[in-house]
């Protein structure tokens, strides 16, 4: 016969629960902030948002949400390229690899505009180090998971890193 946890344990438990369900926490070893999380949703599912970008924090070892700009409503294929130009300027101020999140408008065979929630995984080869590269490289891996109707993207030369060849891209998978 089983006995019922005390209250204590009972009580631990949760505690411990609710402490650790704020963050996921990756095989790469670094968490991911629940912002990032609430990110996901607001340009996939609610297109509150055009882009958002997330750096690792390597002080506390957590994906953290760094900028992200508003979407403009009923935006046409040139806006969202103006976006998309203004959102890679934002990442090359920030310095580095970083993940990307982007609602994307592009032209499908048919000639009608379709929007697709992107996610980019940048990491320039030239301008990162072993060890940090592995670090996103890692957490790119799990990030993926959290992606679920997104296409997923990985850039890691600034030529191959343009509005263009996503929409060629994109083009080329649709089902027409």
């Known amino acids: 016969m089983r006995t019922a946890p005390s209250l204590a344990t009972f009580l631990s438990q ?18 991911l902030d629940e912002s990032c999380k609430k990110m996901f949703s607001l340009v996939k599912d609610k297109h509150e948002h055009a882009w958002a970008i997330m750096k690792i924090d390597n002080d506390k070892e957590v994906v953290l949400m760094k900028q992200h700009g508003k979407l403009v409503s009923n935006t046409d294929l040139e806006e969202n390229e103006r976006l998309f130009e203004a959102m890679k300027g934002k990442v090359a101020e920030l310095d580095g690899p970083c993940y990307i ?8 065979k048919s000639g009608a505009t379709k929007d ?3 996610y980019i995984y940048w990491c320039d080869d030239d301008c990162v180090g072993v060890k940090e590269k592995m670090k996103y490289a890692a957490t790119n891996s799990e990030l993926k998971k959290q992606c679920n109707g997104f296409e997923t993207f990985e850039f890691h030369d600034k030529d191959d890193f343009c509005f263009q060849k996503i ?10």
Do not use: C, H
């Open 14 to 31: 949760t505690l411990f629960w609710k402490l650790n369900s704020s963050v996921d926490i990756m095989a790469s070893g670094i968490k």
């Open 167 to 176: 929409s060629n891209e994109l083009k080329a998978k649709d089902r027409q």
């Open 101 to 108: 999140l982007f609602d994307f408008v592009y032209q499908q």
């Open 116 to 118: 697709k929630p992107i």
